[in-house]
């Protein structure tokens, strides 16, 4: 059983370029969420979705769009990727209904020149 | 807007002694508490949550307490051992509608003296 898998777990980018994290959960959740995680700073929600076809966005959004096509499958988009967004990237997700426990992919380093 | 806080950033402890981490949330509203621990290189792991309607929650040496008033809550770990190592982060639920964004504290990375 696979859980949350992330791809890819290491990129490096020029400023300026675009890439896309997927991540991908076997369990049949209804919710995903994306956190970065940053040195003295836990982890912040970027964007989240509550099912397929719905996205909303988390505490720091802004150069981040996402997409929900497939209940499985939860990708993160950098469009024009900046150096303030090299970091770790998790993806989670859950069950519907009242909250529960995040299961958590094993995370994407992701560095920005 | 909403956030968690979490203390102290730090903490090394002796291994066989306890270990107190706090944490307090300012929405109102929040009725689940969680607490993450993270090894190096992995992702973070559920290891107990409480929900609003509890004061206390124990599992073998790790427990959780909730002080709803005060909005704040604590992770305590007794009898200390060298695989506590960690970090552990503190999380409180926001509630919008029907959706629950989850929001983290800033994590706390403790370490067992042997």
């Known amino acids: 059983n696979a859980g949350v898998t992330q791809t890819p777990k290491f990129r490096v980018l020029k400023t300026g370029q675009s890439m896309t994290l997927l991540c991908a959960q076997d369990?049949?959740?209804?919710?995903m969420y994306w956190y970065r995680q940053d040195p003295g700073m836990g982890l912040r929600l970027i964007h989240y979705?509550?099912?397929?076809?719905?996205?909303a966005k988390g505490e720091v959004p802004d150069g981040y769009n996402v997409s929900r096509l497939k209940k499985q499958n939860f990708l993160l988009g950098l469009e024009s990727a900046a150096p303030s967004q090299t970091s770790v990237y998790f993806c989670?997700?859950?069950?519907?209904?009242?909250?529960?426990?995040?299961?958590f992919g094993e995370g994407s380093r992701l560095t920005v020149l | 807007g909403e956030n968690v806080e979490q203390h102290p950033s730090t903490l090394s402890v002796q291994e066989g002694d306890s270990a107190v981490i706090k944490c307090t949330y300012s929405?109102?509203?929040?009725?689940?508490f969680p607490w993450y621990k993270q090894e190096l290189g992995k992702g973070p792991q559920l290891i107990i949550d409480?929900?609003?309607?509890?004061g206390e929650k124990k599992d073998q040496r790790i427990a959780v307490t909730l002080n709803k008033t005060a909005k704040h809550f604590s992770l305590h770990i007794t009898e200390t051992q060298p695989e506590d190592s960690a970090v552990y982060f503190c999380a409180a639920t926001l509630r919008y509608s029907s959706a629950s964004k989850i929001i983290f504290g800033s994590g706390t990375r403790l370490s067992i003296r042997p």
């Open positions: 979705s509550v099912g397929e076809g719905t996205t």
């Open positions: 989670a997700s859950r069950g519907s209904g009242e909250a529960g426990e995040l299961f």
């Open positions: 929405d109102s509203a929040s009725n689940y």
């Open positions: 369990m049949n959740h209804e919710y």
């Open positions: 409480i929900r609003s309607n509890v």
